[in-house]
């Protein structure tokens, strides 16, 4: 029973470039979460997406950032003309219930490393 | 906006000694959860605390939850040199997710 898989696990962009980050959540789970971490920081949320529907993207920057989660394939969470700032690293975690009820855990993939140079 | 904090930021214990970790948080929430992250890794889901509980236990872990101070503590109990990690706190208050706090580095000296 395969966890949350993202790829790729490092990344390496030019400033500019486009950054296509991509997670299959846990077999069942229809809730799919992205997550930015900084070094030596927690996790700040960016989106909240069910299947073919962005349900919160509350923490998603206004302009390059954008999510899907198709009906079939992994969620894919895409930057746009990346720049040094956006080096991070991008976690997505899944659920089996929705997110505002919270009585189930987030199971989080092992994150990709973005490296914008 | 930083709803769970957890404190300290750094602690460092000798293998077997017992490790307390703290966090604090800003408005009222359902649950709240406890994670563990290891180097390069994902965070790994450890208890999940409800409003009206006031304490849970799971293996050497136990959890404290206090509504009215609006914070929690986790305490592992007879550390082991695998128990070093990133621990953090996470609250489901507000309209932005699952909100985590900077976390406690925990280093268990063999």
């Known amino acids: 029973n395969a966890g949350v898989m993202q790829n790729p696990r490092h990344l390496v962009r030019r400033r500019g470039q486009e950054a296509r980050l991509r997670c299959s959540p846990m077999?069942?789970?229809?809730?799919v979460y992205w997550y930015r971490q900084l070094p030596e920081e927690g996790l700040k949320f960016m989106v909240y997406l069910q299947k073919e529907n962005i349900i919160d993207e509350s923490g998603m920057p206004k302009e390059r950032f954008s999510a899907e989660f198709p009906k079939e394939g992994p969620s894919i969470l895409r930057i746009q003309q990346v720049v040094r700032g956006d080096s991070a690293a991008y976690f997505c975690a899944s659920s089996q219930q929705g997110a505002y009820s919270y009585n189930s855990p987030l199971h989080f993939g092992n994150g990709t490393r973005l490296t914008v140079t | 906006s930083q709803q769970g904090e957890e404190d300290p930021q750094a602690l460092s214990i000798q293998e077997g000694e017992n490790a307390t970790m703290n966090c604090s948080y800003k408005?009222?929430?359902?649950?709240l959860q406890w994670y563990r992250q290891n180097s390069g890794r994902g965070l790994v889901h450890l208890i999940l605390i409800r409003s009206n509980e006031r304490e849970k236990h799971s293996g050497r872990l136990r959890v404290t939850l206090d509504t009215s101070k609006k914070s929690s503590s986790l305490l592992i109990t007879a550390s082991r040199a695998a128990d070093t990690a990133s621990y953090f706190c996470?609250?489901?208050?507000?309209?932005?997710?699952?909100?985590f706090g900077k976390g406690t580095h925990l280093i268990i000296q063999p």
């Open positions: 408005t009222s929430i359902n649950n």
């Open positions: 077999k069942g789970h229809s809730h």
């Open positions: 996470a609250t489901d208050a507000g309209a932005d997710g699952l909100t």
